[in-house]
């Protein structure tokens, strides 16, 4: 995806601790996946945290905004760039399909994976593997919350974080045409911890 799509859409990558240490705990809401697939392991970090403890100079979230920063760290990937999404169901098991489409809530959500996308509120950067297999990105977002609303990713059915084969094109396709990054080869589901 390009920078200006990712800022566009509320993404921006952060230094996990310039917000821990601006943080007071009791502003912050947390949720936490451990991820997993067929030689794969690894974890997801989220906290929420409003723009007022996030810092009065970063314009990327002006007052009153919440965000999301997800921190994820894996190994066991296969090198190079793979899609990763927050899928709508809080199931892996007994396939990773089980954990839906990504996130998208109504009242005029798409969940295809391909199909509006890179619109969904569940769209997030890709993941870069290195030689080894090991990936880890921090990266913010104002498309979901962990606190009860209509975005929250923890609804009815909750929430999971998957991680493609393929790397996210960023673009739409046809369903099933496998643009957002194609099969899924480690899931996790998010759970608060807060």
């Known amino acids: 995806m390009r920078a200006t799509s990712l800022y566009a859409a509320g993404l921006v990558f952060a230094a996990a601790a310039a ?7 009791s502003a912050i809401i947390r949720a936490h996946a451990d991820i997993t697939g067929e030689g794969i392991t690894g974890t997801a970090d989220f906290r929420e945290v409003a723009s007022e403890v996030m810092g009065a100079t970063d314009p990327a979230y002006p007052t009153g905004t919440v965000a999301v920063e997800i921190m ?3 190994k066991g990937l296969t090198p ?3 899609g990763v999404h927050i899928h709508e169901t809080g199931a892996c098991a007994p396939t990773f399909g089980a954990a839906g489409g990504h996130f998208d809530p109504g009242p005029h959500g798409m969940s295809d994976p391909d199909a509006n996308h890179p619109f969904h ?3 997030l950067p890709n993941l870069v593997a290195n030689a080894q297999g090991e990936a880890a990105f921090t990266v913010r977002t104002t498309r979901i919350t962990l606190s009860p609303g209509p975005t929250s990713i923890f609804d009815a059915d909750g929430s ?3 991680i493609h084969g393929n790397p996210d ?5 046809a369903p099933r045409s496998g643009v957002s990054g194609g099969p899924r080869v480690a899931c996790g589901v998010i759970t608060r911890t807060d």
């Open 121 to 123: 509120m569940g769209d």
């Open 160 to 162: 999971a974080i998957i």
């Open 80 to 82: 190079g760039v793979h």
């Open 169 to 173: 094109q960023g673009i739409t396709g």
């Open 19 to 25: 917000v821990a240490a601006a943080a007071p705990q």
């Open 72 to 74: 994820i760290r894996v």
